[in-house]
């Protein structure tokens, strides 16, 4: 075996899968839905395959069933997709509704982010002495 080199990350990883099974996953826009044990089929066909780990695909994997693109491609009437892009059944009602759920979880996390960062910085400004939203001063015309 040739020394191949590492991926790093489950992005790195998930990249590389995008690039061996493009009819599975994808790097941009829409995922389509996974079949159910391809955890199993990428053990089987990647293999020791750039210095792979179960767990490096394994948390690849998590972090891509988990990320909204995929979590949007999860829908009525989508249909799972094996390794080399086979149909492999349609999603049950249970898992878009799991997906559904999943989303809204996210977004709302994302949005109380959101609202802390904008009170700390509310904060920061009030006890800096500022105004929120205070008109700015005109400035004279350079001679």
């Known amino acids: 075996m040739e020394n191949?080199?590492?991926?790093?990350?489950?992005?790195?990883?998930?990249?590389f899968l995008a690039e061996r099974f493009p009819h599975c996953f994808s790097a941009e826009g829409e995922a389509r839905p996974l079949k159910i044990g391809i955890f199993q089929d990428l053990v089987e066909r990647v293999g020791g395959e750039m210095n792979l780990s179960k767990t490096q695909l394994r948390s690849a994997l998590r972090?891509?069933?988990?990320?909204?693109?995929?979590?949007?491609?999860?829908?009525?009437?989508?249909?799972r997709v094996d390794l080399d892009g086979n149909p492999c059944g349609e999603?049950?009602?249970?898992?878009?509704?799991?997906?559904?759920?999943?989303?809204?979880?996210?977004?709302?996390?994302?949005?109380?982010?959101?609202?802390?960062?904008?009170?700390?910085k509310?904060?920061?400004?009030?006890?800096?002495?500022?105004k929120e939203d205070a008109?700015?001063?005109?400035?004279k015309p350079r001679r």
């Open 4 to 15: 191949q080199p590492k991926l790093n990350s489950s992005k790195e990883v998930i990249a």
């Open 63 to 79: 972090l891509y069933t988990s990320s909204w693109r995929y979590l949007y491609g999860v829908k009525p009437g989508a249909t």
């Open 91 to 120: 999603l049950e009602e249970q898992h878009v509704e799991h997906a559904r759920k999943q989303l809204e979880e996210a977004k709302a996390r994302v949005q109380a982010q959101r609202a802390e960062q904008q009170a700390k």
């Open 122 to 130: 509310r904060e920061a400004a009030a006890a800096a002495g500022e």
């Open 135 to 139: 008109p700015r001063r005109e400035r």
